[in-house]
């Protein structure tokens, strides 16, 4: 029994790695930094994903304009920052439990590091029958998930109208588009795009409403005075789910044979919004929110930039039509039945929401006026088919020239919404 003792004591001094092999720290990391537990957004690392490459007797990371190496030990990583060729920082990590955590300075500033390997991914995708208990009337990072997915998953749920009312009738949330989520999305970082596909948007119910007079911002001050004539109020609308069809409950004589196609709507799809940022649900921008595009319905593919972890996603403000520009401030209000699909681009950010169905490619622009969301959308065309397709700015200038077109999607809110569109079948002409 002694000589084999001896003989594994001389065996650990000679080759201490059998014993105990070093820790691999290769590979993908969600990481968080903190400053005194909390967000500084001036620093060049808050929420991200790194991936360490073995490199020499080290790693090797790029995140953005940095690179990190590291020096590693049994359960130790010790982490340097560079920028520019300088010094911006140095983190000491150590691994336990699964999480790689310590204290360090970035930019001369104390901070936390935490990092932990990203959930693993099923081998099949899971369709999540979602029964809504709860729903907000705002997008906001700090709401605790309802759910967390995965890329390829589907989210089976329904929505409530802009009242707060369920299938049924009854309110089951404040008034002003409450919405259902948010939904936690494994994998996603800031940086990346998140990919919506509205697998079906289907009516509930067999009643809709909409306000009866045009909204202020999209008139002219004179016709104003006359409308105060007029009493505001709602029209009611009768859904016929089964003939895609819908009328007006008690029609004036000149509107009694009027009929609409069906044709239902998300107002609202948006992720959690940059920084710290708390945002009603009427709210629009590059993180989505209540666009008001009649182009969000069944068949259609979103792509929203990601701004928070988990990209947090929020829907609601469902339509049984609208027509654009949402003019009365309301489309045709109602609950909806609602299936999406999730998907990830990794390391892959865009400015503006773009939004995909078969025949056109759309850029959801918004702004502060029509004039600001009309450029909104056409710089981030611009910029698009200059990234997808290579043109130059005079081959834009040619093909936009003659292919452009636009819709308004939103004038009754606090920002503006205009979409540029494209026609599939004009791209295709187009070499990569």
């Not at 007079?213 to 089964?242: C, M, P, Q, V």
Request: include cysteine; charge should be negative.
């Amino acid at each position: 029994m002694n000589r084999l003792v001896s003989l594994a004591a001389v065996l650990l001094l000679l080759c201490p790695g059998a014993a105990l092999a070093a820790t691999d720290f290769s590979g993908a990391w969600e990481f968080s930094v903190r400053e005194f537990g909390d967000h500084n957004f001036y620093l060049p690392l808050t929420d991200g994903r790194l991936t360490l490459e073995k490199g020499g007797a080290g790693y090797v990371a790029h995140y953005n304009k940095l690179t990190l190496t590291g020096r590693p030990g049994n359960n130790d990583l010790n982490l340097a920052c560079q920028q520019d060729d300088k010094s911006c920082g140095s983190f000491a990590l150590k691994l336990s439990g699964g999480q790689l955590a310590g204290t360090g300075t970035l930019l001369g500033i104390p901070v936390t590091f935490k990092a932990a390997r990203p959930a693993a991914r099923p081998a099949a995708a899971t369709v999540h029958d979602y029964d809504p208990k709860s729903f907000h009337n705002f997008y906001s990072p700090a709401l605790v998930p309802v759910m967390r997915i995965f890329p390829g998953d589907s989210i089976k749920t329904r929505t409530l109208d802009s009242r707060g009312q369920d299938f049924d009738g009854k309110p089951r949330a404040p008034r002003g588009n409450p919405l259902t989520g948010p939904f936690y999305v494994e994998g996603a970082m800031p940086g990346d795009t998140l990919v919506v596909h509205l697998d079906r948007v289907r009516t509930n119910r067999d009643s809709a409403y909409q306000t009866n007079l045009i909204a202020s911002t999209a008139l002219e001050s004179g016709y104003l005075r006359e409308l105060a004539k007029h009493d505001a109020g709602f029209n009611s609308w009768k859904i016929n789910a089964a003939a895609g069809t819908a009328t007006l409950v008690d029609p004036s004589g000149k509107m009694s044979a009027y009929t609409i196609k069906l044709s239902p709507m998300l107002g609202c799809v948006g992720l959690a919004p940059p920084r710290d940022e708390v945002l009603g649900s009427g709210h629009l921008g590059p993180f989505g929110g209540n666009m008001d595009s009649p182009q969000v319905r069944e068949g259609a593919t979103l792509y929203i930039p990601v701004f928070q972890p988990g990209a947090l996603l929020y829907f609601g403000d469902g339509h049984a039509q609208q027509g654009e520009g949402e003019l009365p401030g309301q489309g045709l209000e109602t609950s909806l039945d609602v299936q999406l699909t999730v998907n990830l681009v990794q390391n892959k950010a865009l400015a503006q929401p773009r939004l995909e169905n078969p025949d056109y490619v759309m850029i959801m622009g918004n702004g502060v006026t029509v004039d600001a969301a009309m450029k909104s959308a056409t710089t981030e065309m611009s910029r698009w088919l200059a990234d997808a397709y290579g043109l130059t700015p005079q081959d834009i200038a040619a093909f936009l020239g003659t292919a452009m077109e636009y819709d308004i999607a939103e004038v009754v809110d606090s920002e503006y919404g205009v979409t540029a569109k494209v026609r599939k079948d004009a791209l295709a002409q187009l070499r990569k």
